[in-house]
């Protein structure tokens, strides 16, 4: 077996170990994963009935979906390779065998990444055959199987942008980096001088009209060759992907930075000196900083998407930027919990007790999340209606204390892929589970103050589990 | 070792002048046995040292004795105080060291030393008698580094720094000399004899014999989570007709059949 597959293959363990573990441990995870599966799959088949309204009866509704769609996958591609071990992850004595870095690379992110990204990706079918079907395209299946292949690009060409920034972290290239990710908008920044609808460069590569028809009410169904529109993305693929090879594979500098730091003094309060570490650790951590600086540019993008968007979809679409947003801001104080995890020795052999600490950890990355979903969220405030404030701060509260539980469940590790994929996973769950909730009970009982029932019922799920969950190796 | 006079001219109760007691403590890690029916006791004012093979059982125990991992069998007494039932109490009365200090890697060595403090509700003197012992252990010019930047035995010096300058009445290091150099080994040794001085007890896990046989009052020594021999040193030499210490860890473990036929382990093949 060539290195690079030997690399896959300690992953692909690493992942069938785990699974073994949490099976035999609980064996309900696995009916609950079963059900997960089919959840995700069952809601993508709906999203997709939904969006083909959306994309037949409002104009540039096909180009709104396809846009928040590959937006999405940037998001995805960005925070996966942000999370990706690579070769550096490894134990160092294997870090010592004469390897390569193409292969070093191959093995160890680009090929357990792009699995990870078809598994995601297969709800991404599944959405695209709902739609397309409904909107009654031609061969809905391979336009389909087209969409989900464009998902997948834009996953690679964020996991590109994001290699750029880790091999060179200076504050020139992340500079530098911002218009690349803001060249994303050009063509919406373009629209209005020519009136064209925005996105219609992209929504071009498909088969529905819209794009060219940005004023009818229903557009007319155009369907360019499936064949050429392949090509197309397998040429913009290619390049995606050289680049993402080059940029991960060029040797980069060492990271810069002066050994000596100033002190900072740290308060004697349990509660705030835990908040001191964590804050100066989000600071300190290029990591975490690079995260929450991506959430930032993503807003701005999104911000732009959503404003250039027309009318109604505009309104429409920010409230979910803003929720999708918070899913990513949520990212860096998730991270944090590699840092509680791995401290758990003086945890637990310090006086206050483990529901003190937890309580503590609680309150802390709760409040961490909050500002920092806040100061990201913020931007999309100014292009959304008024009436979907509420909705929005809800759902920013709500999300607030989910890092600080799905963090001590399972702890973050900055080297293991497939935990950070699960934890990702598990944290929308968790959050989109919420919020279905809290609608389910809207609607069965008519109750007007179902979301505030289920915030109450979050607060309380999440500081029980802090405070009580067994501590776990990072 | 008599009972020592209180002020009052009373006796200090039994319970209180033991540093430690560990009453048939056993622990499996899933089906694997780690610690097997361990018993000893540490009097306040000595050095104790936990000695064994790999796997022994001498980690676990120390982390079964700090709360860090839950025994389900067995009892641990701190100055008297049942670690299950006050545990609050009963980590008030120790400080540890670990072998491999984790996490905090993006505080500098100043902060972390406060946090400590402050996780442990340590005195007002703490931050002073921490300072003296950064010079002692020649860390000074790493007060303003992050922890993530020094090397394994720099930090290791930090986290000893940090345990001892608690002055509680129980001191727990595991790996006691791990990754330090021979300066630091030395200074190590002083500062634990001026901390028993003060009454304190201290149980050292170490792997280094002959740095036991110099250091320690009292030897616990460890196979397969049981405690096959212990007394002084020089109690054990008698025991075992030993000329030292390692001599006779190997009669008392039964490792010395590992010598047996090891100048042929790399020997080319017939």
């Known amino acids: 077996m060539t290195s690079w597959l030997l690399l896959t293959d300690v992953e692909r363990r690493r992942v069938s170990r785990v699974a073994v573990r949490l099976a035999r441990a609980n064996p309900l995870l696995v009916p609950a994963a079963v059900a997960v599966v089919v959840g995700v799959m069952w809601l993508a088949i709906k999203a997709g009935a939904g969006a083909a309204i959306l994309a037949v009866f409002l104009p540039s509704g096909l180009s709104a979906v396809l846009a928040m769609i590959l937006l999405g996958g940037v998001l995805v591609g960005l925070g996966l390779a942000a999370a990706a071990p690579r070769f550096e992850g490894l134990d160092p004595q294997i870090r010592t065998v004469p390897i390569a870095p193409l292969p070093a690379y191959l093995g160890t992110t680009a090929l357990p990444l792009t699995i990870a990204w078809l598994i995601f990706a297969i709800p991404v079918f599944d959405f695209g055959t709902s739609l397309f079907r409904t909107i009654q395209v031609p061969a809905p299946d391979a336009w389909a199987g087209l969409l989900m292949l464009t998902q997948l690009i834009a996953c690679v060409t964020g996991a590109a942008i994001m290699e750029i920034l880790r091999a060179r972290p200076s504050r020139r290239a992340l500079l530098g980096a911002i218009p690349l990710l803001l060249a994303l908008g050009l063509p919406a920044v373009a629209a209005p001088l020519t009136s064209a609808p925005a996105w219609s460069w992209l929504a071009a590569l498909l088969p529905h009209g819209l794009g060219k028809s940005s004023h009818a009410a229903v557009a007319p169904i155009v369907v ?26 060029l040797p980069g500098r060492a990271p810069a930075g002066s050994e000596h730091v100033r002190s900072r003094r740290i308060p004697r309060r349990l509660t705030l000196a835990m908040g001191t570490w964590l804050i100066l650790t989000a600071v300190r951590d290029s990591r975490v900083r690079v995260v929450f600086l991506l959430s930032l540019v993503s807003g701005a993008g999104m911000i732009t998407a959503t404003a250039l968007l027309a009318g109604r979809s505009a309104a429409a679409l920010a409230p ?27 945890w637990r052999s310090i006086p206050p007790t483990g529901r003190r600490v937890g309580l503590s950890w609680w309150i802390v990355i709760g409040t961490i999340t909050a500002a920092i979903s806040l100061v990201v969220v913020a931007p999309v405030f100014a292009v959304m209606p008024l009436d979907a404030y509420p909705f929005v701060l809800g759902a920013l509260v709500m999300a607030a204390p989910i890092p600080a539980a799905v963090g001590r469940l399972l702890p973050f590790r900055h080297d293991a892929l497939t935990r950070q994929l699960g934890l990702l996973a598990l944290q929308l769950v968790f959050f989109l589970g919420a919020l279905g909730i809290a609608e ?14 289920v915030l109450v019922g979050v607060l309380a799920l999440t500081a029980a589990i802090c405070s009580r969950a067994p501590w776990r190796e990072a | 070792m008599g009972a020592m006079p209180l002020e009052d001219g009373s006796q200090e109760p039994e319970a209180a002048r033991l540093a430690l007691r560990v009453d048939h403590l056993s622990f499996h890690y899933g089906t694997a046995l780690a610690v097997d029916d361990l018993s000893l006791t540490v009097p306040a004012g000595t050095i104790a040292g936990l000695i ?19 025994g389900k069998h067995g009892s641990i007494d701190i100055q008297g105080i049942r670690l299950r039932d006050d545990p609050v109490e009963a980590k008030r009365r120790f400080a540890f060291a670990p072998d491999a200090p984790s996490g905090f890697d993006h505080l500098t060595v100043q902060e972390y030393l406060d946090l400590y403090a402050a996780l442990q509700s340590a005195d ?13 252990m020649d860390l000074q010019p790493h007060a303003n580094r992050l922890l993530g930047k020094l090397s394994h035995g720099t930090r290791r010096k930090v986290s000893i720094v940090a345990a001892i300058a608690l002055v509680r009445p ?16 030395v200074v190590l040794e002083s500062l634990l004899r001026n901390a028993v001085r003060y009454g304190c007890g201290a149980v050292i896990a170490t792997q280094d014999i002959y740095f036991a046989e ?12 049981r ?8 109690e054990l030499r008698r025991t075992f007709d030993a000329s030292d210490l390692r001599d006779a860890f190997m009669k008392a473990t039964g490792l010395t059949h590992v010598l047996e036929g090891i100048d042929d382990v790399l020997a080319p093949p017939d």
């Open chain 1, 320 to 346: 979910l930027a803003a929720i999708l947003l918070v899913q990513f801001a949520a990212g860096a104080p998730l991270a944090l919990s590699s840092d509680l995890a791995q401290g758990r020795w003086l």
């Open chain 2, 227 to 234: 405690l096959k021999a212990s007394g002084s040193p020089d």
């Open chain 2, 214 to 225: 110099r250091t320690c009052d009292l030897i616990f020594m460890l196979a397969h989570g």
């Open chain 1, 224 to 249: 360019p060759s499936i064949a050429t529109s392949l090509l197309g993305v397998l040429a913009v693929g290619a390049l995606a992907a050289a680049a993402w090879t080059a940029t991960a594979t």
């Open chain 1, 440 to 453: 389910l009970i809207a609607q069965r009982f008519a109750l007007q103050a179902a979301p505030l029932v």
């Open chain 2, 170 to 185: 129980l001191l727990l290091l595991d790996e006691a000399t791990s990754a330090l150099d021979p300066e630091s080994v």
């Open chain 2, 124 to 136: 007002p003197e703490y931050g002073a008698r921490a300072s003296n012992l950064l010079g002692v």
């Open chain 2, 52 to 70: 064994g093979p790999n796997g022994s059982g001498k980690t676990t125990t120390l982390r079964l004795i700090t709360g860090i991992l839950e």
